[in-house]
């Protein structure tokens, strides 16, 4: 199994889980290339980059010699950082919750409505939101979960979210949120084996749950 075959379900949002031991750059680049590989033209993919966290993971990717260039034309939001990786068509400045949330949702608006041509489907990988989610206070980050839950339950369009969530940097903000955030996903993902691969720990799909697979293997 692979994690592209999770998001074969019109509208679905899965959550991926991992800490800051796992090695995510190369996990993340092989997780595009298998969707880029499945489906094509029909999946438009959209990546949320939170505080530059894009190009770590791109470096990382480099690193262990994986070609990058897949991302050279995906469009980019990005959230607060210096760093742009990718086609960045819109950057929202780090500011309190209900200005960001405005931002953000103007920004995805405009970038979807601007591709009306596409008859698939929007693939919107979120990487990096934890971080974003530390600098909010408690109200604000009840209040961004809360909205979160909302959009995931009242998609206009077939889009269809892959978002991933440092566990680790979620401890000292609230463990609360991390339970709010499995409850309010369908899908919930584990990476592990230092982000090599991944075991489905929730799903609404009877038949998925438990189910695992490898994301990527050393290369020799």
Known sequence: ?????????????????????????????????????????????????????????????????????LIENVPVIKVGGKISVGNVLHKIPISAYPVYKTLYEEALGKLLDNVRHHNGFFINMQLGIENIMNIFDKKELIEQVHDIGEYV?????????????????????????????????????????????FVVSKSVFPNLKGSSGTIWEVME
Do not use: H
Not at 5 to 14: A, C, M, T, Y
């Open 153 to 197: 339950v009242t998609k206009n369009k077939d889009v269809r979210d892959i978002v991933f969530l440092n566990t680790d940097s979620m401890r000292n903000v609230s463990l609360q949120v991390v339970s709010m955030l499995k409850m309010i996903f369908p899908i919930v993902l584990k990476l592990t084996n230092d982000g090599k691969s």
């Open 1 to 69: 199994m692979e994690i592209s075959d999770v998001l074969e379900k019109e509208k679905i949002s899965v959550l991926v889980e991992y800490t800051s031991e796992d090695v995510l750059g190369p996990t993340v680049f092989t997780i595009l290339q298998r969707i880029i590989d499945k489906y094509g033209d029909r999946a438009l993919i959209i990546i949320t980059d939170f505080l530059d966290t894009l190009p770590i993971y791109k470096y990382q990717a480099e690193l262990l010699g994986m070609k990058t260039d």
